[in-house]
């Protein structure tokens, strides 16, 4: 599964939780992968919601049971 991202600190971390409710049966099978989209004409704001997303990403914020990985695109 892909999940972009852009400006999404706020928002992903249920998005993550709700998809760490499934079965774990499920879960063993899935792969996850937010792409986190920087593009170049994107406002300030938007570049530091998503350094504090790569962040909390980087840190180990998401659920633990979730086959996740991430790309500062």
Same mark, same amino acid.
């Given at each position: 599964?892909?999940?972009?991202?852009?400006?999404?600190?706020?928002?992903l971390?249920?998005?993550?939780?709700s998809?760490?409710? !499934?079965?774990?049966?499920?879960?063993?099978?899935?792969?996850?992968?937010?792409?986190?989209n !920087?593009? $170049?004409? %994107?406002?300030?704001?938007?570049? %530091?919601? !998503? $350094?504090?997303?790569?962040?909390?990403?980087? %840190?180990?914020? %998401?659920?633990?049971?979730?086959?996740?990985?991430?790309?500062?695109?």
């Amino acid at each position: 599964m892909v999940i972009p991202a852009l400006a999404e600190a706020e928002d992903l971390p249920a998005t993550l939780s709700s998809l760490a409710a !499934n079965p774990p049966e499920h879960l063993s099978r899935a792969l996850i992968v937010v792409v986190v989209n !920087n593009r $170049a004409g %994107a406002p300030t704001a938007d570049k %530091a919601d !998503n $350094a504090r997303l790569l962040s909390w990403l980087r %840190a180990g914020g %998401a659920p633990s049971s979730l086959h996740l990985g991430w790309a500062d695109a």
